[in-house]
């Protein structure tokens, strides 16, 4: 059974950090392309960030320079870094699993997901 453990979110104030870690399960992590999407309660769930299993990476703008996404196979755990927190990044983050090569932000190209941890940035 794929699954997924989000964990590292919080509350911070605007300019601090956090950072999210997700864990898998029940696949072969390394041939996996896992993304960072977030969702705010009435809105789509959008896209952050992607790293695929060669380790190429793509940022949603709003974050390019601010978060940092990083994996560790060995450990089948991606990391997200983030700084210099906003209130607009205030939202429940969820990682999810897509197929190895993929380099995408859009939601209906990744297969499995996790509960998702929420991020609430205080201004």
């Known amino acids: 059974e794929v699954q997924f453990e989000e964990s590292g979110g919080g509350l911070v104030q605007a300019g601090g950090s956090l950072r999210l870690s997700c864990v898998g399960s029940?696949?072969?992590?390394?041939?996996?392309?896992i993304g960072w999407f977030r969702q705010v309660p009435g809105m789509e769930r959008e896209g952050v960030v992607c790293i695929n299993g060669i380790g190429d990476t793509y940022y949603q703008d709003s974050v390019r320079g601010r978060f940092t996404i990083s994996r560790d196979n060995a450990k089948s755990t991606v990391f997200l870094q983030m700084d210099s927190l906003k209130p607009e990044d205030t939202a429940v983050y969820y990682c999810?699993?897509?197929?190895?090569?993929?380099?995408?932000?859009?939601?209906?190209?990744?297969?499995?997901w996790g509960q998702g941890t929420r991020v609430t940035v205080s201004s």
């Open positions: 999810a699993a897509g197929r190895q090569y993929l380099i995408s932000l859009r939601a209906a190209y990744y297969d499995f």
């Open positions: 029940g696949f072969t992590f390394a041939d996996y392309a």
